[in-house]
């Protein structure tokens, strides 16, 4: 009896330790094959070049001459090389302007070696999931502990993950710098897409906090890109080791060269330059407008349409309603009277400007600084939605003006139609009155007797309080 359950004892104690180790074994293999998929992750042959050279037209051998280099490309190409290194940067531009197309070149020189870049989304679950291909990091889901816990494999939130992908990316990043001495890099595209609320500033806030700390050990240069300033307002606040890269249209020659070059690979034709610089005229040196431009038959009439894309867009969004407006819509008028208003200034103040165009640099738009922009509309709160919504645009120095060169022209056309300066003071006029009646309270005085009167007064008194009396008539009986 003795013997049996000394036997069995045994048993119980070999096989608890077989698991044991065994669980051991797989929980401490698990970690390093995490930390070493995080590295595989940066090894040269990034999928979102393949994915590029198709969907954003990166030019690659041996058709690469097509591609337009601009003044910004050497410093991008130094940032994502490693040489340049110590800060974290924030690439600002209008949408459409080559921001990204310039950081997907600058990795294809390299081959995306050292690199993971991904796109931002408003959804944190979203995003998480993304950071986490980006990396090649599953966030413990693929983990088969988790099969033996009854609250689930994963039981946090989507941001306890990014901290924790955060840290895995550190660990792999302190191994990296100690053989090629040089640092990883992580580009966040469209950062603007995360919300402008709470969560999104938890978010930014964590990311930044890991692209200081990174940028001054030398472990990881983060690249936020972004076309809207909320996020350099953000950034702003915590910013030490930040640096801020504008990126712009083209300015004339660099654009009628881009067109040229756009037209000879997909047209294979010489074209006047009369014609490119009529282009020019019309949509600047925008590069999505001059691509789509350069892929039509009809090049001018695509210049025209683009202009009757941006006026609709802004019309629909922003159409004021006159002096018959009912007054359940006058907060969005509000809104859109609030951009029309700065729209005619724009438009004004170019007529006071003696250079609105150069022979070299091309276009020369009206702008306003960003706080006499806010004191043009006489709202504050507005501004940085119109700059969402690409109706105008605020530059990495808070300069407010139209978002392209289409936009502006469109804003021309608007305020010349007959009528409009009066129609834009009619809606003024009536959503003051609406306001006013909204200001105004009424008091009606009832249960007077013939010759009966109130009496009003204001006492002396700490509370200033007003007094009301009711005088009736003597009775002669």
Request: aromatic content about 8%; charged content about 30%.
């Amino acid at each position: 009896m003795g013997e049996a359950a000394a036997t069995t004892f045994a048993s119980v104690v070999v096989l608890g330790i077989g698991f044991a180790c065994a669980g051991y074994a797989y929980h401490k293999s698990y970690k390093y094959l995490q930390l070493k998929k995080i590295e595989n992750a940066f090894e040269p042959g990034d999928p979102v070049l393949v994915l590029a050279a198709v969907g954003k037209d990166v030019p690659a051998p041996p058709n690469a001459q097509h591609w337009v280099m601009r003044e910004e490309q050497a410093k991008i190409d130094a940032i994502i090389n490693g040489t340049d290194k110590g800060h974290y940067y924030l690439i600002m531009g209008e949408k459409g302007c080559g921001k990204s197309s310039m950081l997907l070149e600058a990795m294809r020189k390299i081959d995306g070696e050292g690199c993971a870049m991904f796109e931002a989304h408003a959804d944190l679950e979203i995003f998480r999931i993304r950071l986490g291909k980006a990396l090649d990091y599953e966030f413990h889901e693929d983990y088969i502990g988790g099969y033996f816990s009854e609250r689930g494999p994963r039981d946090t939130t989507a941001l306890l993950d990014i901290e924790r992908a955060m840290n895995k990316l550190e660990k792999v990043a302190l191994q990296h710098r100690a053989k090629k001495n040089k640092p990883l890099i992580v580009i966040i595209n469209q950062t603007h897409l995360i919300r402008d609320d709470e969560d999104g500033k938890d978010l930014l806030e964590l990311l930044q906090q890991r692209a200081e700390s990174w940028a001054a050990a030398n472990l990881v240069t983060m690249i936020f890109n972004t076309d809207d300033y909320w996020v350099y307002e953000r950034l702003k606040q915590l910013a030490t080791r930040m640096e801020v890269m504008s990126v712009s249209d083209l300015p004339k020659a660099q654009a009628i060269t881009a067109l040229q070059k756009y037209r000879q690979r997909y047209f294979s034709e010489e074209v006047d330059h009369s014609i490119l610089e009529e282009v020019y005229d019309r949509i600047g040196g925008r590069l999505s407008f001059l691509n789509r431009v350069a892929k039509s038959h009809n090049m001018l009439a695509t210049c025209d349409r683009i202009k009757e894309i941006e006026k609709t867009w802004f019309l629909n969004q922003c159409w004021i309603l006159g002096s018959e407006m009912d007054d359940d819509v006058m907060d969005q008028q509000k809104w859109a009277s609030a951009a029309m208003v700065l729209a005619l200034a724009l438009v004004d103040k170019e007529e006071d400007m003696e250079p609105t165009y150069d022979a070299e640099r091309g276009h020369v738009l009206p702008w306003f600084p960003m706080h006499k922009a806010q004191e043009i509309m006489t709202r504050a709160d507005f501004i940085r939605e119109m700059d969402r919504l690409n109706l105008f645009t605020i530059t990495s120095t808070a300069q407010v003006r139209a978002s392209s060169v289409p936009m502006h022209r469109a804003f021309k056309e608007i305020c010349a139609e007959p009528g409009f300066r009066q129609f834009l003071q009619d809606t003024l006029e009536r959503i003051a009155a609406i306001e006013s009646l909204g200001r105004t309270r009424e008091l009606v005085a009832k249960d007077l007797v013939l010759g009966g009167k109130y009496r009003i007064s204001k006492p002396f008194s700490f509370d200033n309080r007003v007094e009301v009396k009711l005088e009736q008539p003597e009775d002669k009986d």
